[in-house]
């Protein structure tokens, strides 16, 4: 089931609103911030809105497997302190990113 209270984009990037006011790396909207290495690849991470790097979890370093068994919980990977609050309201939103996802060949 995919959260209702989260806004996505067709990368499969997702934002919750979290307020973080701490200073960070300043990042723009489809900017890379990461990847994840597999066995067989190696993802881009882009961000979908814009701001300042506020929080990195951490626990990902010893515990990667969470990002793949919990990515809505505590596979969380960044938080960000929007710049633009607007360009969350170009994201999709939960029914939106369902029927996106419903029109990709898997």
Do not use: C
């Amino acid at each position: 089931m995919i959260p209702k209270d989260l806004r996505y984009n067709q990368e499969h990037e997702w934002v919750r609103f979290i307020d973080m006011p701490k200073p960070g790396a300043v990042v723009k909207a489809g900017q890379q911030i990461g990847e994840v290495e597999s066995t067989k690849t190696t993802s881009t991470i882009y961000t979908p809105v814009s701001g300042a790097i506020a929080k990195i979890n951490t626990d990902l370093k010893d515990h990667p497997e969470v990002v793949n068994s919990d990515p809505y919980g505590k596979g969380w990977m960044v938080v960000i302190d929007l710049s633009n609050v607007g360009e969350v309201e170009q994201l999709m939103t939960a029914a939106q990113y369902e029927a996106f996802l419903s029109t990709q060949k898997h």
